[in-house]
């Protein structure tokens, strides 16, 4: 389900999620894994809450977007006359769901046709005229603040567990060789563009291998 209206998808509300997912499973301490955006909420539980995270494993994503101090006023001003603009658009309708397929594989970050199928299954829901993503608009709604490098630095080595780090040789961490080589932990380069868990077999088996291969040594 989508959040209330009123709510929002900050980076600590998807923090609170984890732990309420966790309340709920009677979880004192537990493992994250997670993916892009997951990985980045998974970095900022366990940073600061160390004593409740055991293990964290990372694909392709670890630091959110960032901004300088002195754009702080300009980052809240975008973020605002976007919130109010958003009850004036709408979702685009495809007329069937290959079309909504084609366009998912064609989008931001590409994927394959198998994970853009895989991806309609669940995420697509009729509407007059075709279908739509069942995706919460707010979930494109840039940030109204963001950490500071230094700020989203500091939680990376606030870390205390066991942390892998995957790349996607062509995905959002390859080129940033500085930030990959002073890591405080074990970064392991795999094939494949951002989403290679996803996008065929091939990559999840070696995601699935790396990954299991650190719990199972930790």
């Known amino acids: 389900d989508h959040r209330p209206a009123g709510a929002s998808y900050a980076l600590a509300d998807y ?6 997912v966790a309340g709920q499973l009677g979880w004192q301490r537990f493992a994250l894994l997670g993916h892009s955006l997951g990985a980045i909420v998974a970095v900022l539980l366990a940073s600061s809450l160390p004593e409740r995270v055991t293990h964290l494993a990372l694909i392709d994503g670890l630091l959110p977007l960032t901004g ?3 754009s702080a006023a300009e980052q809240m001003r975008v973020a605002l006359h976007a919130q109010l603009e958003l009850p004036g658009k709408k ?3 495809y007329q069937d769901q290959e079309r909504a397929v084609e366009a998912r594989m064609k989008g931001a970050v590409a994927v394959s046709r198998e ?3 895989l991806l309609a299954q669940r995420g697509l829901m ?3 005229g075709g279908y739509t993503w069942r995706s919460d ?7 109204a603040t963001r950490f500071t490098d230094q700020q989203a630095m500091a939680f990376v080595h606030g870390l205390r567990c066991p942390t892998q780090l995957v790349v996607a040789s062509d995905g959002m961490l390859a080129q940033r060789q500085e930030l990959l080589s002073g890591l405080p932990f074990d970064v392991e380069r795999l094939a494949g563009g951002h989403h290679l868990h996803l996008n065929d077999e091939d990559g999840a088996r070696s995601v699935a291998h790396c990954i299991n ?3 199972a040594a930790s």
Do not use: H, I, M
Not at 15 to 20: K, P
Not at 137 to 143: D, V
């Open 91 to 93: 979702k685009p309708v």
């Open 15 to 20: 923090a609170f999620d984890v732990l309420q």
């Open 115 to 117: 994970a853009a199928e």
């Open 126 to 128: 009729p509407v007059p």
């Open 68 to 70: 300088k101090a002195e």
């Open 213 to 215: 291969r650190f719990f």
């Open 137 to 143: 608009s707010r979930l494109t709604l840039p940030s």
